[in-house]
C-alpha cells in the first residue's frame, strides 16, 4: 500500500499577495520540500525506512530526547514526527501555521543526527521556531542530513505493525534554496 506523504498544494490557495506567492513558489519554498543549505541531495537517501514518532499532544514546550524513548533509530532512516499542525491549522503560509514547528530541542536534534538518519520529516513548517529555522536546517544540512517540511497524511503511519519504506524525490534544481519533493510510504 502506498501514502502519499506530500501536501498537495494549489498556488492560488496560498495567502500573502501575488509577490509573496510568487516568491516563496519561485525559491521552491512552498508545499513539501526541503531546504537546500547549500548542499546537493544524495541519491542514497531517494529510499530509506521509515519511523514515525507521534509528538502532537506537546504544545507547551519543547520534545526532547526522553519523548522518543523507546523509538528504535537506525542509521539510513528516516525519522518523520508527527506534530498535527498541518491537521489541525491547514496549510496557510501567512498565519498561524508558519509560525507553528514541530519545536524539537537542540539537544534531540543532534541525538538523532548521531544516530545516522538521512532525513527528518515534519508536518508542520519545520522543526524548530522561526527565528532557529535556518540554524537548525543548516546543522543537519552539514551533516548530510535533510529536513523535509510540510509532510501531510502523516497521521495514517501512526500505529503501523508493519515497518514501512519511504521515498523522496526532489526535483534536480540548483537554482533554488527549496527542493519541492514528493514523498511517498510503501508499507508492507
Same mark, same amino acid.
Given at each position: 500500500?502506498? *501514502? ?9 490557495? *496560498? ?10 513558489? !519561485? ?7 526541503? /531546504?537546500?543549505? !547549500? ?7 531517494? $529510499? ?11 504544545? /507547551?514546550?519543547e520534545v526532547e530526547i526522553a519523548d522518543i524513548d523507546g523509538v528504535e533509530i537506525g542509521d539510513g532512516d528516516i525519522l ?11 496549510? !496557510?503560509?501567512?498565519?498561524? %501555521? ?7 530541542? /537542540? ?31 543548516? %546543522?543537519?544540512? !552539514? ?18 505493525d508493519k515497518p514501512f519504506t519511504v521515498y523522496t524525490a526532489p526535483l534536480?534544481?540548483? /537554482? ?5 519533493? $514528493? ?6
Open positions: 500500500m502506498l *501514502i502519499d506523504l506530500t501536501l498537495p498544494l494549489s498556488v492560488a490557495e *496560498i495567502s500573502g499577495g501575488e509577490d509573496y506567492v510568487r516568491k516563496i513558489v !519561485d525559491a521552491g519554498h512552498a508545499g513539501t520540500h526541503f /531546504d537546500v543549505m !547549500d548542499k546537493e541531495f544524495p541519491l542514497e537517501s531517494f $529510499r530509506t525506512n521509515g519511523k514515525v514518532v507521534d509528538i502532537s499532544h506537546i504544545r /507547551d514546550r518523520i514526527f508527527y506534530s498535527g499542525w498541518v491537521d489541525e491549522i491547514g496549510y !496557510d503560509t501567512r498565519h498561524d %501555521y508558519v509560525y507553528k514547528s514541530a519545536e524539537l530541542s /537542540d539537544a534531540l536534534v543532534e541525538h538523532v543526527v548521531a544516530k545516522g538518519v538521512k532525513l527528518i520529516g515534519v508536518d508542520a513548517a519545520g522543526v524548530q521556531k522561526p527565528k532557529k529555522h535556518a540554524a537548525v536546517d543548516q %546543522y543537519c544540512a !552539514d551533516r548530510g542530513v535533510f529536513i523535509i517540511e510540510n509532510l501531510n497524511n502523516v497521521k495514517t503511519l501512526l500505529g503501523l534536480s534544481r540548483t /537554482d533554488l534554496t527549496g527542493l519541492p519533493c $514528493r514523498v511517498l510510504a510503501e508499507v508492507d
